[in-house]
């Protein structure tokens, strides 16, 4: 009787063993994809403002591609605060930091060329919040990220130019950059 009582409460307790082993494996692979959806979003915000860009003419105001520009921000900030911390691959953050930089100073580099108005300059102080907010939730989400992206910024000096002033700063920090005037 007391061996059939014992096989009896092995055999669950052996039930339980493997219960408890799970979790880990699901939180494992619920990270693999997290860390696919950062990538994921970060590919989508490049692909929108490299779409902003393409429709991008100096020669006019510049305020609506600015605003797209904005929107494509808003977009992925909204996507990452819904994740928490992620653990990415050495490549997968040389890769999403290069997408992050490359918008930043696509944008630039165009918002640069265009000419100065009430409107773009209103749109362009609108996106450097923008930015900043991205950039806060992204150094959250992945830690680390903005000191690789500040390495791969081109040229602080135009962020200052069309008003990225918040932006620049992150990156004059992150950089140990001092700037005389």
């Not at 990538?39 to 403002?49: E, G, Y």
């Not at 490549?91 to 930091?97: C, E, G, L, Q, R």
């Amino acid at each position: 009787m007391n061996s059939r009582l014992f096989s009896f409460v092995l055999f669950f307790l052996s039930f339980g063993l493997f219960a408890v082993a799970s979790p880990l494996e699901v939180e494992a692979r619920d990270m693999e994809k997290r860390a696919s959806a950062v990538v994921d979003v970060i590919a989508k915000l490049s692909s929108d403002v490299n779409g902003a860009l393409n429709s991008f003419v100096a020669t006019a105001d510049a305020g609506p591609n600015i605003n797209s520009i904005t929107n494509a921000f808003v977009t992925a900030t909204n996507s990452l605060e819904r994740m928490g911390p992620v653990f990415l691959s050495n490549a997968d953050k040389n890769t999403v930091a290069k997408g992050v930089a490359d918008a930043i100073n696509g944008a630039a580099q165009h918002i640069s060329k265009a000419p100065q108005s009430v409107a773009s300059i209103t749109a362009a102080v609108l996106l450097d919040a923008q930015i900043k907010l991205f950039l806060n939730v992204f150094g959250l989400i992945v830690v680390g990220i903005t000191g690789i992206i500040a390495k791969l910024i081109i040229n602080i000096n135009i962020l200052i130019s069309i008003h990225l002033v918040l932006v620049a700063n992150i990156f004059i920090d992150l950089l140990g950059i001092i700037i005389i005037l």
